[in-house]
């Protein structure tokens, strides 16, 4: 258990249609990050929350957003859903920012169908 | 742009065998690197990381890897795999120190089955 949570776990929904998925980080942890693991592409990152702030953004559709809370969990909002929008969906945190040597730990993964 | 590539896609071993798993990267600063496992339905696990210092670093369930400069190269080890060790084994880096952001740039990985 590396202490990342995430839900759902699973979510079925229809195209056209929006969804929200929750992270909360380890106990300490600053930063979250979510990457999206699909067949084609592979793991890729999406963006990336430091303490509340966007930090930095990668392959990242427009559809899509995130936010960070004061509490410091995130969620990723995920709207006008796709088929190839179908994927497992991670998040990740990590330990604040020490010269560089910053090790993400992983969440379960919410897997998302779309139908 | 940072790349990371694993050459093996998919690794066919009987228990008892060695295993290595090549990773090499492309980014031509400072980096930090990383070995995933992903076990059947699961999430992503640490196995091992280089930040700096020796080499040759050891990781959980005897797993090894090698940074390499010279060749860019962070290959993955372990002398005597197990049925156990069934997984899909990712690389990954990132930029370490200076970057804007120490997101992961992830390789495809290599999917990995143990036969009894």
């Known amino acids: 258990d590396s202490g990342v949570t995430q839900t759902p776990k699973h979510l079925i929904t229809a195209t056209g249609q929006r969804v929200t998925l929750r992270c909360s980080p380890r106990?300490?942890?600053?930063?979250v990050y979510w990457y999206q693991q699909s067949l084609d592409q592979g793991l890729q990152f999406l963006i990336q929350?430091?303490?509340?702030?966007?930090?930095a953004k990668g392959n990242i559709l427009e559809r899509f957003s995130a936010q960070q809370f004061p509490d410091l969990h995130s969620e990723l909002n995920l709207s006008s859903l796709e088929l190839g929008d179908s994927a497992l969906y991670f998040c990740?945190?990590?330990?604040?920012?020490?010269?560089?040597?910053?090790?993400?730990?992983f969440g379960p993964g919410t897997r998302l169908l779309v139908l | 742009a940072q790349s990371v590539s694993q050459h093996n896609h998919h690794v066919i071993l009987s228990e008892a065998a060695s295993l290595e798993l090549g990773c090499n990267y492309s980014?031509?600063?400072?980096?930090?690197l990383f070995w995933y496992v992903q076990y059947p339905g699961q999430h992503l696990q640490l196995l091992l990381k280089?930040?700096?210092?020796?080499?040759l670093v050891k990781g959980i369930k005897g797993f090894e890897a090698e940074f390499i400069k010279s060749k860019f190269s962070f290959n993955l080890r372990k002398p005597s795999v197990q049925w156990s060790d069934t997984a899909e084994y990712f690389c990954?880096?990132?930029?370490?120190?200076?970057?804007?952001?120490?997101?992961?740039?992830f390789g495809t990985g290599t999917l990995l089955a143990v036969q009894p």
């Open positions: 106990s300490g942890d600053l930063s």
């Open positions: 929350y430091y303490n509340g702030e966007e930090r």
């Open positions: 280089y930040f700096s210092g020796d080499p």
């Open positions: 980014y031509g600063g400072t980096v930090n």
């Open positions: 990740a945190s990590s330990t604040p920012w020490a010269g560089g040597e910053e090790t993400q730990y």
């Open positions: 990954a880096v990132n930029a370490g120190y200076g970057g804007a952001t120490n997101k992961l740039i």
